[in-house]
C-alpha cells in the first residue's frame, strides 16, 4: 500500500472534507494547502497525482491522534522521516485507542484470523528477534475492518437521529385553525340567527312637486 492509500482509506472513512483534513495537518505542525491535499488524494491512474511522502503522512498520522485523543501539553511529535506499515498500524491503534482484543475482532471480521503475539510482533522494533514486518494484506484488512466499524457506527447514530425526530414529531400536539382570518370575528354570523325580515305595508308615499305644496309664483 502507498502513503496516498491510507490517506485516502482514512478520508473516505470518516468522510474529511478539505478544510478539516488540513486542520489535522495543522495540528500536528504542518501547514498544507488545498492543492495539496487534492492532488495527494487523485486516483492512482491520474497524471496530477502527487506522492504523498513519508513525514507528511507521519505528520498527518500524528494529527489524528490528536483529533481523536486530544492533544498532549508540551512539544508536539516529531513525525518520522522514514515509515513503514508497522508504523502506520501503530499510530492508528494509538489514534483510536484500541486494544489487541478489538484489533483481532476487527481482522476477524474480515476473515482473517491474528493471534496477540503475532499483534505484539508488529509494535517491536526492528532490532528485535520477535519483530515481524506488517505485510500490506495485514494493513489493508486493518483499515478496512476500520472503515466497516466506523461507517456502522455512523449510519446507526443517523437513523438514533431520524427515529429521534419523528418521535418528536408524533409528540407535539398538532393544531389546526382551519381557514380563519384577521378579525374574522367582526364578520361572523350566527348560523341559528334567523333573518329579519322587514314588515310589508300597503301605505303609499304621495309626491308633491314643490309648486303644489307653495303655490306657483303669480
Known sequence: MTNNDV?????????????????????????????QIS????????SELVNCGDTQLATFLNGLINEKRGKK???QAIPEKRINNNIILTKLKIAFNLKSEDIIELFAKENLKVSKPEL????????HKHYRECKDQFLRNFLQGLDHLYHVKRRAKAQAAKEGAEQAQKDTPKTNYGTAKPNASKIYVNPNIKPVEKAKTDRKVLKLKPEQ??????
Do not use: C, H, Q
Not at 9 to 33: C, H, P, Q, W
Open 213 to 218: 305644496i307653495w303655490g306657483k309664483d303669480k
Open 73 to 75: 501539553p508540551g512539544a
Open 7 to 35: 490517506l485516502r482509506r482514512i478520508r473516505y472513512t470518516f468522510n474529511y472534507n478539505d478544510e478539516k483534513m488540513m486542520a489535522i495537518f495543522a495540528s500536528a505542525g504542518l501547514e498544507v494547502t488545498r492543492e
Open 120 to 127: 505484539s510482533a508488529f509494535s517491536r522494533k526492528p532490532d
Open 39 to 46: 492532488n495527494w488524494l487523485k486516483k492512482d491512474d491520474d
